[in-house]
């Protein structure tokens, strides 16, 4: 027994390294092994400095899945000989975190430091958050925490304040391909794909080393004879992956506002573009149809009355047919509304008048503008003076009708495009008529 015991003995290691996933198998062991971020782990980079000075700060690791947060962690651990402790937030609560800070404070008074990894630090609320702070002042542990989410919105200030922001870079087509050479290398075989069925994958992976590495990990266990899959085989043993997108994080909000500045920038395919990420995402259509219609308000206006007939029409339309037919609807509201000639006339006339009514909120109409209704308001002058414009020639009397003690500001200008041209002639007329410019 105790000779079977010592031959599984001798092969134990061997059989646990061959037996970890294969993106475990291929973590760098180096900065320079580091894929798709060379604006930390250059020799002038900030976070390469800090490494080779030896004086390793709390920091936070901004990036999206798959791009070496947890990579980094372990290797800075390495580096600085510091105890390497991870964690989770999704997991982790005040009792796990107590027993953390208790181990890293025994371990501090022997003389070594801990580098506490949190996975997902903005999982944890404001209080959690707030239980690091005296720990890491203290020197007891070196904070690294990995996110997501926008550090700004989601941590602390106090934190924040004491930790050092990097940001990781989505990789690249070219940072894949490192990671598909090493899988390669380590197997000993080319990756059992053609050449479109492997830039397929690379597009299916939207930045994602993880998620690269395991499908690589199933498509050699799966094709053990090395033939090489078409693109559609490639689609029939992996399912597609998910966009990156979630209602409730960035991703919503830095698309929407992509989509808007494409529709104002008169960019159709790129506003096409954006709305298909959103909707293969998931995002409800009615949050995108009523960008649609405030584009149609604050970035194309009276230059095209009609956009913000057409984007209410889309949204009624989509509201009819529902999906698949409704996205037609919106699709063309899309390309009018991109194509639309442009002015943000009326927005701006609306905040100028509205900082001029914040100021003088309590001056009357002048009295020609007020009508009397009773013998005491004509008695104090109430519509005195009132020209009817139908009864003159042109139909415009050009009198003024700001308070009498308020001067007169131009807060409409519209612009020299589609039909804005036509109104400012108009503009202009009244203005000339009641002795203006």
Known sequence: MSDLFAVNSENTQEELMSARPLAERLRPKHLDEIAGQAHLTAPDAPLRRMVEGGKIASMIFWGPPGCGKTTFARLLADYTDMHYEQISAIFSGVKELRA??????????????????????????????????????DGTIVLVGATTENPSFELNAALLSRAQVFVLNRLDEGALSQLLQRAQDDAGRDLPLDAEARALLLRMADGDGRYLLSVVEQ?????????ALSADALMA???????????????????????HKSLRGSDADAAMYWMQRMLQGGEDPEYILRRMLAVASEDIGNADPQALQVALSAWQAFERLGAPEGYLAMAQAVTYLATAPKSNASYMAMHGASALAAKTGSSAPPKHAMNAPTKLMKQQGYND???????????????????????????YNPAERGFEREIKKRVDYFRKKRGEG
């Open 385 to 411: 003076g009132y020209q009817y414009d139908h009864d003159t020639p042109e139909g415009f009397a050009a009198q003024n009708y700001f308070p009498d003690d308020v001067p007169r500001e131009q807060f």
């Open 100 to 137: 953390v800070f208790d181990g890293a404070k025994m371990r501090f008074a022997q003389g070594k430091k801990t580098l506490l990894f949190v996975d997902e630090i903005h999982r944890f609320n404001k209080s959690q958050q707030d239980a690091f702070l005296p720990v890491m002042e």
């Open 219 to 227: 498509l050699y266990a799966q094709n053990p004879d090395g033939a």
């Open 237 to 259: 043993q992996v399912q597609k992956r998910a966009p990156l997108y979630d209602k409730a994080n960035d991703a919503h909000y830095n698309l929407i506002s992509a989509f």
